[in-house]
């Protein structure tokens, strides 16, 4: 058990290309974090780095009170978990979980015990002579998670350790790693390039693009109060809608349409405007609304996504199964829905509250590099 | 169009979804009959051959031949020069297979650890590959020569006074050198595709879970090489039996018969140089007899110990 503090890390690889852009992250003992970002923007290999499987450019990685940057992986304290589960293949499944302790000197005795305990917990204990090959996907899954919890580590490491599962099973493994994390209280780092799986397993969310930080936040804060853009589009599923508009007085123009924000303009001119699919309802008659020409639905069961266009710019509204649909809707919005981002740095303009269940929403720490 | 169909009405979960069925019953063995042909004309008639013309003693000038039994055996394995040339022939195997597999091991395990120019490494350590077996030997025996010899000069420097082709250790010695640097470069190959194998996070893994390196080797990557070093180590004691017979020849040619040489040597020896066909044929069948079981062993206690991915 064990916090971690990252402070200013940086990957530099030969050549110059800089994979990770000075880094810092605080985590607390006990906490799931989780770092989401598309590929290629310096999420495995920041995790990587504080596995020791990377070297560290620059900065520091604490784990405990303890500087790691120049100890061996194997003496950092830290387990990992691998995205093809990296499982010994010439080994039993009890021998993989023991190699670790048995390497570290630890007596037979209390190796069988920690086996055993892990094997109970993960309902692994009739697979232990097995060898690897002889298991199923999800099977080798729990044999690695087992291999993390016998070793008893300071935090744990998750490299996508369910983008090798079929989907029903990636969303029960999903719950079992969160309720393992909390049962066990260790401090772990995971890294998924799937939005829905941090949002669902993460104390707090780290997005990353392009080796930044572009938002830490707890899931829902990141989700109503995206730090940008960029943030918006990547959170949430559908992404959220960003349309091009200018603001004048207390009203939106997009191309030919007019929205009604209700308060005064703070900041007139180009505007990039952040809609939730979900936030969009059907106006009133007389109410101001956008027209929505309707191009295709897709049907969900609980609710239906309705895709078409606002003046030219693609548009999802997240409608109720039961309302009609013809060739065109009339959508209209709570003014504290609409979110604010600047039309060139796409970073949030203002803090409307914009939180559905009426929560306070804090300011987020935006990480600046 | 070749009468070839894959069986697609078999369910998926019998095993075997890649067998072929043959329209014709004849096609297949026509597809063998090359393959065969090969074999049948390389290696079972010249046995066969080779067993029957033991039996006989044959005369030197080609008149006829005369039953004798199991004559050429004993004479064989009651002959003191050949049990010696035997005994030097399971010194030379053992010591050659040892070195050659120890050797292309470690070069291979340093060669994958190089990150920066391991092209080049791996290039220069393959390159010895490609020469022939008579001009490794002579290259060999130039390093070993008495007046310019290289290795000579270090052996001097060392108050050893090498005499290759003279002294009977001395010529083993060499012979055990040039044939093992021969055959580093075929087994640096294998071990090094081997290695490049052995996916990267398993070693990754490795690593978090042990901090000696070579307790890592020992235990993770040794193991998940043992399929390659299975196949290298019966591909090597073939060769040190057999296709160490180019080095030999050239390194005891026209030398006083005081020299070290392998059973494959002796049989010719006594076939072409001796016209003993007859001797040479009992030999050739006990050399057969040896590879055998050396084989069957090899398969039956060692293999079973190698883990296949």
């Not at chain 2, 014709?24 to 063995?29: D, G, M, T, V």
């Not at chain 2, 010696?84 to 297979?97: D, K, P, W």
Request: glycine share 8%.
């Amino acid at each position: 058990m064990a916090a971690i503090n990252i402070t200013n890390v940086s990957k530099i690889y030969a050549g110059g290309v800089e994979a990770v852009k000075s880094v810092s992250i605080d985590i607390e003992d006990g906490e799931f974090i989780v770092l989401v970002g598309p590929s290629g923007c310096g999420k495995s290999t920041l995790l990587r780095m504080v596995a020791g499987l990377e070297a560290i450019s620059k900065g520091t990685v604490e784990i405990g009170d303890r500087v790691i940057n120049d100890v061996e992986p194997a003496e950092r304290d830290i387990a990992m978990v691998f995205q093809n589960y990296a499982l010994y293949p010439h080994m039993t499944v009890y021998n993989n979980l023991a190699y670790g302790l048995k390497n570290r000197g630890t007596p037979k005795a209390e190796i069988d015990a920690r086996v055993a305990e892990a094997a109970r917990m993960l309902e692994i204990e009739q697979y232990l002579t097995r060898k690897p090959r002889a298991l199923s996907g999800g099977q080798r899954q729990r044999v690695a998670m087992g291999r993390a919890i016998v070793r008893k580590p300071a935090a744990f490491l998750f490299d996508e350790p369910l983008s090798n599962l079929d989907a029903k099973l990636r969303v029960s493994m999903r719950g079992e790693i969160k309720q393992l994390q909390k049962r066990l209280g260790t401090t772990s780092l995971y890294v998924t390039h799937d939005q829905l799986e941090a949002m669902t397993l993460a104390d707090r969310l780290v997005v990353l693009n392009g080796g930044q930080i572009e938002q830490i936040g707890r899931p829902l804060d990141v989700y109503h109060t995206p730090a940008s853009t960029f943030v918006a589009s990547f959170i949430g599923s559908p992404a959220m809608n960003l349309l091009r508009g200018t603001r004048e007085g207390n009203q939106l123009h997009f191309g030919s349409q007019v929205l009604d924000v209700g308060r005064a303009a703070a900041f007139p001119g180009p505007i990039t405007v952040g809609i939730r699919a979900e936030d969009l309802r059907i106006a009133n008659t007389g109410e101001q609304a956008l027209t929505l020409k309707v191009e295709y639905i897709e049907e969900l069961g609980a609710q239906r996504l309705v895709h078409g266009t606002v003046d030219g710019k693609k548009l999802t509204a997240s409608l109720s199964p039961e309302i009609g649909i013809g060739e065109t809707l009339s959508l209209s919005i709570a003014p504290e829905r609409l979110h604010f981002f600047d039309a060139d740095t796409g970073k949030r303009l203002a803090q409307p509250s914009a939180a559905s269940d009426g929560k306070r929403v804090e300011m987020l720490a935006i990480a600046e590099a | 169009m070749l009468g070839l169909n894959k069986s697609a009405s078999k369910p998926p979960e019998e095993t075997d979804a890649k067998r072929v069925q043959f329209n014709s019953r004849l096609l297949p063995y026509l597809f063998l009959a090359p393959q065969m042909a090969i074999i049948f004309i390389f290696f079972y008639w010249p046995s066969v051959q080779a067993i029957h013309s033991s039996f006989y003693l044959e005369d030197p000038f080609g008149f006829g031949s005369t039953f004798v039994g199991l004559a050429n055996y004993t004479d064989v394995l009651k002959s003191g020069e050949y049990l010696g040339i035997a005994r030097f022939t399971a010194v030379f195997t053992a010591l050659v297979t040892f070195f050659s597999l120890a050797i292309g091991l470690l070069l291979a395990v340093k060669a994958d650890g190089v990150i920066r120019g391991n092209a080049t490494y791996k290039t220069l350590l393959i390159w010895v590959y490609a020469i022939a077996p008579p001009v490794a030997g002579l290259m060999g025996m130039m390093m070993f020569d008495q007046h310019i010899g290289p290795l000579v000069k270090v052996a001097a420097f060392f108050g050893w006074d090498m005499k290759v082709g003279l002294n009977y250790n001395d010529t083993a010695f060499a012979m055990i050198v040039v044939s093992v640097w021969k055959q580093i470069p075929y087994n640096f190959i294998f071990f090094l595709s081997g290695l490049q194998g052995i996916p990267v996070s398993v070693r990754e893994a490795a690593l978090m879970d042990c901090r000696s390196g070579f307790r890592r080797f020992w235990t993770v990557i040794l193991p998940l090489l043992a399929p390659t070093a299975f196949f290298l180590l019966i591909i090597n004691t073939t060769y040190a039996l057999f296709d160490t017979f180019g080095v030999i020849d050239v390194m005891v040619k026209d030398k006083a018969a005081n020299n070290p040489i392998t059973l494959v040597y002796k049989v010719y020896m006594d076939g072409f140089r001796g016209n003993d066909l007859g001797g040479s044929s009992a030999q050739s069948v006990i050399l057969m007899i040896i590879v055998f079981v050396l084989t069957i062993f090899q398969f039956r206690f060692i293999e079973r110990r190698v883990h296949y991915n």
